[in-house]
């Protein structure tokens, strides 16, 4: 089973606004990762946050984890037509050398 | 400096038949593996090799077998193809458990 689910599926928002999606996992972490794919593309590396870490800024983004609920969250502010994509987080696992990806959040920037 | 390559992006087989997707890379990564993302999932990873001379089995490991040549390249093989195995394929390779960086995939369909 995977590792990770994100919330909400599928987001639509206006050009301009911000827009947050939630992941959550099971099992401990070393990092969690968040990846963009745009359609019909291979996935994008966004932005690591280590375990120990809270909070991490790249750009427009933000990215939240609380491993005691065993979540994260990312932010993207003042979203921009082109960055319409899925968004996919991705857990490894402590014991091993593999990722595990969510569902991916569909998200849609209307211009 | 290509980054992550795949081999082919289209294919198209019948029930039974046999083929092997390839993949390279150039940044001299220790660890590589292959995924299968299907409609509305995430992606889940097939197999993984953490080291030149080593692989592992994923999360849906059936059907499927792996070849790590060399550093550079990490095939997979599909012995005799079903209809469950229509998907599209993503190779990539990291360092570690760190960002992964990805191939533009390969659309597999099976008849």
């Known amino acids: 089973s995977q590792q990770g689910e994100e919330d909400p599926q599928a987001l639509s928002i206006q050009e301009g606004e911000n827009a947050t999606m939630n992941c959550s996992y099971k099992?401990?972490?070393?990092?969690l990762q968040w990846y963009r794919q745009n359609s019909g593309r291979g996935l994008v590396h966004l932005i690591l946050?280590?375990?120990?870490?809270r909070e991490k800024h790249s750009g427009r983004l933000r990215v939240t984890l609380d491993t005691s609920k065993k979540s994260s969250s990312l932010l993207i502010t003042a979203s921009r037509a082109a960055d319409t994509a899925s968004y996919f987080c991705?857990?490894?696992?402590?014991?091993?050398?593999?990722?595990?990806f969510g569902t991916g959040t569909s998200l849609t920037v209307i211009p | 400096n290509a980054g992550v390559t795949q081999t082919p992006k289209f294919q198209v087989l019948k029930t039974g038949q046999s083929m092997t997707l390839q993949c390279a890379q150039d940044?001299?990564?220790?660890?590589m593996y292959w995924y299968r993302q299907d409609p509305g999932m995430g992606l889940r990873l097939i197999y993984y090799?953490?080291?030149?001379?080593?692989?592992d089995k994923g999360e849906v490991p059936n059907g499927y077998n792996v070849s790590r040549l060399n550093k550079r390249e990490f095939s997979l093989r599909l012995e005799s193809a079903a209809p469950s195995q229509t998907s599209v394929y993503f190779c990539?390779?990291?360092?570690?458990?760190?960002?992964?960086?990805f191939g533009p995939g390969t659309r597999l369909t099976v008849t």
């Open positions: 990539a390779s990291s360092e570690y458990t760190y960002e992964q960086y």
């Open positions: 090799s953490a080291s030149e001379g080593t692989t």
């Open positions: 940044m001299n990564h220790n660890s």
């Open positions: 946050i280590r375990s120990n870490e």
């Open positions: 099992t401990s972490i070393n990092n």
């Open positions: 991705a857990t490894d696992a402590r014991s091993g050398n593999q990722f595990y």
